[in-house]
């Protein structure tokens, strides 16, 4: 699987931006998906996720209630909206897939096993 995240860009607090993420491959619908971001000299952390049929979502704390993870299976393609967005939302975004697995936790870097570039993200104040 490879993955082509964009969307990233530069805004102002309170603005908006939606990521999105491409996958290749026929088999789309059998991979979760997430989203992590890495601020520079800070380890990647998640931010969003689904699973393979997106009906569960998850999110980190600190984008509950701003950001929104959904996906569209036809077009093979994981969004990330963002809305209200913070300085502290500043980071290379990165879209992530594992095949479908009930036992992985979503939220953990550790348990994707495919990774796009990333997307730049910058908020000022």
């Known amino acids: 699987v490879q993955l082509q995240a964009s969307g990233g860009g530069l805004v102002q607090a309170g603005e908006s931006l939606r990521l999105s993420c491409v996958a290749s491959?026929?088999?789309?619908?059998?991979?979760?998906m997430g989203w992590f971001r890495q601020a520079p000299g800070k380890e990647r952390e998640f931010v969003a996720a689904?699973?393979?049929?997106?009906?569960?979502?998850y999110y980190a704390d600190s984008v509950k209630g701003r950001f929104t993870i959904s996906r569209d299976n036809a077009e093979n393609t994981v969004y990330l909206q963002m809305n209200s967005l913070k300085p502290e939302d500043t980071a290379v975004h990165y879209c992530?897939?594992?095949?479908?697995?009930?036992?992985?936790?979503?939220?953990?870097?550790?348990?994707?096993?495919?990774w796009g570039q990333g997307t730049q993200v910058t908020v000022s104040s």
């Open positions: 689904n699973n393979w049929g997106g009906g569960s979502m």
């Open positions: 992530a897939a594992v095949f479908r697995n009930y036992y992985k936790d979503f939220r953990s870097r550790l348990s994707y096993d495919y």
């Open positions: 491959g026929r088999t789309f619908s059998s991979y979760a």
